[in-house]
């Protein structure tokens, strides 16, 4: 659920960097086009180095912004530079549009939405209260100035702090609810103990991968905990949920997202689903779930034990698009597998890795 709403949140500052690049071309076209910039007569001498301070930024951020998902550390500095950049770009433009009674003066609406959408009402509040303070103060550096721009400051103020506050509102409520939409979702398809995508999901997930043309290849993978039974037959069920939680953690630590996804296909039970019929990345991922499961040891009071899993994995190379027929394969060479001596992954090519 934190990863997708992490993505949420990279989309959303994709759209800010989209629109800014629209304000830059409009800014361009107000300026420098003869027809308009002869009819607003804005002024322009400083207004060049904000283009290149503008498109050196804006440029540095979509670089950025293609190599920020899954560094969070790198989206979380992209998302705070946007806002102060939006910040010294707003009033930079205010000064240069007419001060007080600048008709660029809605886009602060837009510097607060993007603060609260980070950092809630908290982002509302600093974010519009710097905003009055800097307008303030550019209205005192304009005096004199005659009583329509007087009002128009004050009905600006106004609108800032009611519209601001009421739009910052209305996002907030909205990141809540979707949030708790993810919530739910995500409740629905992982398992709770593990900590992995459920059964349920897997069958999705494998049904999506056979309709979506682009991943025609993968690979289906089915695992078993060997003699799970005589484990909470013998320490207990509380140990064996330890067991499974284990598992669920190794699975996840070991299969890159970028390869492949793990399920609880249900009991002791396991599944993967790769996104690639290519043994050579599959295997070192399979070797490396033998590796941690080699190294980790329960203890209860009837004493200290280690386990065992068991690997059928069964390459879509033939392009097979029955996702019953697939896992029927896959979980043929489980069974071929546990038949064998346990313990080991059977590949539907031959290639055996004993753990």
């Not at 009033?91 to 603060?115: D, E, K, N, Q, R």
């Not at 037959?233 to 492949?260: A, C």
Request: aromatic share 12%; charged share 15%; with cysteine.
């Amino acid at each position: 659920m934190k990863d997708t709403f992490l993505l949420t949140d990279f989309v959303t500052e994709q759209i800010f960097s989209i629109v800014r690049w629209i304000f830059l071309v409009v800014s361009c076209i107000v300026f420098y086009y003869p027809p308009i910039a002869s009819i607003v007569n804005f002024e322009l001498h400083t207004f060049n180095y904000l283009l290149i301070f503008g498109f050196a930024y804006m440029s540095i951020t979509q670089v950025a912004l293609w190599l920020a998902p899954g560094k969070q550390t790198l989206f979380n500095l992209l998302m705070k530079t946007g806002i102060l950049f939006d910040y010294i770009a707003l009033m930079w433009l205010l000064c240069l549009t007419g001060g007080v009674v600048s008709p660029l003066f809605p886009i602060a609406y837009l510097l607060i939405m993007h603060s609260t959408i980070y950092w809630k009402i908290l982002g509302a509040t600093v974010s519009c209260t710097v905003m009055v303070i800097s307008y303030t103060i550019l209205f005192w550096i304009s005096l004199p100035l005659s009583n329509l721009s007087i009002v128009m400051f004050l009905l600006n103020v106004t609108f800032l702090i009611v519209i601001g506050f009421l739009g910052a509102l209305i996002v907030n409520r909205e990141r809540h609810h979707q949030k708790l939409q993810y919530i739910y979702k995500d409740l629905v398809v992982r398992d709770y103990l593990t900590g992995l995508y459920n059964h349920r999901h897997f069958q999705e997930s494998l049904k999506n991968s056979l309709s979506d043309i682009n991943k025609k290849e993968m690979s289906v993978v089915l695992a078993d905990i060997d003699n799970f039974k005589m484990i909470n037959d013998q320490h207990g069920h509380v140990v064996g949920d330890k067991v499974l939680m284990k598992i669920g953690e190794i699975l996840q630590n070991t299969i890159p997202p970028s390869l492949g996804r793990s399920f609880r296909y249900g009991g002791e039970e396991f599944a993967i689903l790769f996104q690639t019929t290519d043994k050579e990345k599959i295997i070192p991922c399979l070797e490396q779930v033998y590796k941690e499961l080699r190294e980790v040891q329960f203890s209860s009071d009837n004493g200290v034990f280690s386990i065992t899993m068991s690997f059928g994995l069964y390459t879509n190379q033939q392009g097979i698009s029955n996702q019953v027929e697939l896992v029927s394969r896959a979980d043929k060479l489980l069974y071929k597998a546990k038949h064998n001596g346990k313990n080991q992954a059977i590949f539907d090519c031959g290639t055996v890795i004993r753990g």
